[in-house]
């Protein structure tokens, strides 16, 4: 091969990945699911279909791909008992709830009921985050004897989670700033540890009103 022989085919994208994702996040966020196509996506993109079906075999993987990729991490609390654990937890839901990726994720997952590609893709990979997160949290305080084994961390997780979801979603746009308070997430996570029997055995360690 001489030095002035090029390899064959068509040079690599850079960041093709990234902005096909964030491409499709776009045109799900303007379109919706009916609207969103992989001729869209490419267009948005700025590279070829046929690149997209190399990496997508079809459009709900691609897009279910985009929202999950853009979703933050809710999890790795580990603070020393249960009420701090799950003040914190409140927090960082809120807060992806709140967010653009979390109005995204909450739109994929209500288009999958009328959808039955996007529940075929989804399928089993559908575990929540926030409920593989609130295990560690609630087998950690089991093991402190702050709550009965009885108690499962789904339950938990939907108790704080499911209450922040719907309270964001409800709350009007010109009120957030007062209704999504630290004072709404304490209130909270005090109501749902008195509803699972939550006891702390070491009361200097409480944090303070």
Same mark, same amino acid.
């Given at each position: 091969?001489? *030095?002035?022989?090029?390899? +064959? =085919?068509?040079?690599?994208?850079? @960041? #093709?990945?990234?902005?096909?994702?964030?491409? /499709? &996040?776009?045109?799900?966020?303007?379109?919706?699911?009916?609207?969103?196509?992989?001729?869209?996506?490419?267009?948005?993109?700025?590279?070829?279909?046929?690149?997209?079906?190399?990496?997508?075999?079809?459009?709900?993987?691609?897009?279910?791909?985009?929202?999950? *990729?853009?979703?933050?991490? +809710? =999890?790795?609390?580990?603070?020393? @008992? #249960?009420?701090?654990?799950?003040?914190?937890? /409140? &927090?960082?839901?809120?807060?992806?709830?709140?967010?653009?990726?979390?109005?995204?994720?909450?739109?994929?997952?209500?288009?999958?009921?009328?959808?039955?590609?996007?529940?075929?893709?989804?399928?089993?990979?559908?575990?929540?985050?926030?409920?593989?997160?609130?295990?560690?949290?609630?087998?950690?305080?089991?093991?402190?004897?702050?709550?009965?084994?009885?108690?499962?961390?789904?339950?938990?997780?939907?108790?704080?989670?499911?209450?922040?979801?719907?309270?964001?979603?409800?709350?009007?746009?010109?009120?957030?700033?007062?209704?999504?308070?630290?004072?709404?997430?304490?209130?909270?996570?005090?109501?749902?540890?008195?509803?699972?029997?939550?006891?702390?055995?070491?009361?200097?360690?409480?944090?303070?009103?």
């Amino acid at each position: 091969m001489t *030095s002035s022989s090029r390899a +064959v =085919g068509r040079p690599r994208v850079p @960041n #093709l990945d990234e902005r096909v994702l964030d491409a /499709a &996040r776009t045109v799900y966020g303007d379109r919706g699911w009916s609207g969103f196509t992989v001729d869209e996506v490419a267009k948005r993109a700025g590279v070829g279909k046929g690149s997209l079906y190399l990496r997508w075999p079809n459009k709900a993987a691609l897009l279910v791909d985009a929202v999950r *990729s853009a979703a933050p991490s +809710v =999890g790795n609390i580990n603070l020393g @008992n #249960l009420e701090l654990d799950l003040r914190e937890f /409140a &927090r960082q839901w809120m807060a992806f709830a709140q967010s653009i990726e979390g109005l995204m994720t909450s739109r994929l997952l209500m288009d999958r009921q009328s959808n039955k590609e996007l529940a075929e893709v989804i399928g089993e990979l559908d575990y929540p985050d926030y409920i593989r997160a609130t295990r560690a949290l609630v087998r950690r305080a089991v093991e402190r004897g702050e709550i009965d084994p009885g108690i499962t961390p789904t339950l938990i997780a939907d108790l704080v989670a499911g209450a922040i979801t719907t309270h964001v979603r409800s709350t009007p746009p010109g009120l957030a700033q007062v209704a999504h308070t630290e004072s709404y997430l304490t209130q909270l996570v005090n109501t749902v540890l008195r509803g699972v029997g939550y006891r702390n055995p070491s009361p200097e360690d409480s944090p303070s009103p």
